[in-house]
Each structure stands twice: as C-alpha cells, then as structure tokens.
T-cell receptor, first 116, second 115 residues
Framework: AQKITQTQPGMFVQEKEAVTLDCTYD???????LFWYKQPSSGEMIFLIY??????QNATEGRYSLNFQKARKSANLVISASQLGDSAMYFC?????????????FGSGTRLSIRP | DTEVTQTPKHLVMGMTNKKSLKCEQH?????MYWYKQKAKKPPELMFV???????INESVPSRFSPECPNSSLLNLHLHALQPEDSALYLC??????????????FGEGSRLTVL
C-alpha cells in the first residue's frame, strides 16, 4: 500500500530565505508520480510541481524545485527566496501507478509561515 | 481563477435534508474526484470517476451518493448526513489523455455544515 509521510507539522522561515519541506513515501509499484500542493487559508489546493518515478532529473518550476532521491524514497520541496505569500499549508502527494485515474493520496501536511 | 467550478461555496443543512454539491470542468479531463477535508487535515479521497464510470469508492457511507452525468459534470448527493460529515468537500479533475502527469486540478471547495 502506498504511504506518504511529512514529519514537519509547522515551520517558520524568514522572508527571502530558502526552505526545504520534507516528504518520504513508500510504494511497491515502480511507476508512480509525486506531487506538491499548496493550500492557502482560502482553501483551494494549488498544484506546484510534479516528479515522475522514471524522471532522470529533478523537477523545477520557477522558485520551486523537487529534491528527488529515489533510493531513499524522499521527495523534498525546496522553495527559494521565500515570500510572504508562501505562507500556507503544503501537502506532498503520490499517485500509483503514474498517469492513470488512480488514487492520489496526501501526506499530513506542513504549515509554512514566512516571517517579514 | 480555478477552472474547476464548485457550487455552492457554502451549505448548511439539517440531518434530514437532501442536498447536492455540484462540480464542473471544461478542460476535457476524463477523470473526476471527490475529496473530503476536515480542518487541519489532508484531503481524503472519497470517489473517482474515470470516463464517466465510478472506478474508486473508498468505502464511503451510502448517505453520500456520487453521480457523473457527463464528462464535465460531477455531483455529490447528500442525504441523512451526520454532524461529523461537516467538512470542506473538494472536487478535482485530471487526465486529459493517457500519459499525462495526472496532476489534480481542484475547485475552491464547498464548505458543508450539518446541524
């Protein structure tokens, strides 16, 4: 069975600093996809970045990058130059197998607070 | 602006009422999802429709009844709910074609309160 673990319930970071949000996963399927979502207090889930299990390079999207370490089963999100608007709940999620109408399950989330 | 539209945004209902939540997307996605989210918790999957057929039901109580009238519409019919069913209900869609990364596009949610 698939499992996603986020061990940081909350983090405080100074504005303009980089921050790493941890995510580990467990799956027996060689084909899977990993996602990060942001949920501001308004409630909408916003897709940030995707990493496929067969992707050779770490995914990047603007200020977001995913540090994918397949052997360690970790998929940490790195936000560079944090901004006040980055304050939100962040969820790591996994789909197995990748690219299908299968389940996407979410980790417990990390609440990120950016200090001015 | 989200491309997945959910209505109503807020709903208050009694335990004997029958109501429905509606979700619409016009991105040509072939899979649609209902998630339930309690405060300070992650979204929990309820149902998945793939090509208008129910493909996953996560052992959801029968007081929740999903319906997918066409590829753009997803409803969640509610009947005889309990106060513990109060939550944010999120609709999502994905998968324009096989081989897509399959990220979910979420609506803003319907916040349900059961009295």
């Amino acid at each position: 069975a698939q499992k996603i673990t986020q061990t940081q319930p909350g983090m405080f970071v100074q504005e303009k600093e980089a921050v790493t949000l941890d995510c580990t996963y467990d799956t027996s399927d060689p084909s899977y996809g990993l996602f990060w979502y942001k949920q501001p207090s308004s409630g909408e889930m916003i897709f940030l970045i995707y990493q496929g299990s067969y992707d050779q390079q770490n995914a990047t999207e603007g200020r977001y990058s995913l540090n994918f370490q397949k052997a360690r089963k970790s998929a940490n999100l790195v936000i560079s130059a944090s901004q006040l608007g980055d304050s939100a709940m962040y969820f790591c999620a996994m789909r197995e197998p990748a690219s299908s109408a299968s389940k996407i399950i979410f980790g417990s989330g990390t609440r990120l607070s950016i200090r001015p | 602006d989200t491309e997945v539209t959910q209505t109503p945004k807020h709903l208050v209902m009694g335990m004997t009422n029958k109501k429905s939540l509606k979700c619409e997307q016009h991105m040509g996605h072939r899979a649609m999802y209902w998630y339930k989210q309690k405060a300070k918790k992650p979204p929990e999957l309820m149902f998945v429709y793939s090509y208008e057929k129910l493909s996953i039901n996560e052992s959801v109580p029968s007081r929740f009844s999903p319906e997918c009238p066409n590829s753009s519409l997803l409803n969640l019919h509610l009947h005889a709910l309990q106060p513990e069913d109060s939550a944010l209900y999120l609709c999502a869609s994905s998968l324009k074609r096989e081989g897509d990364t399959g990220e979910l596009f979420f609506g803003e949610g319907s916040r349900l309160t059961v009295l």
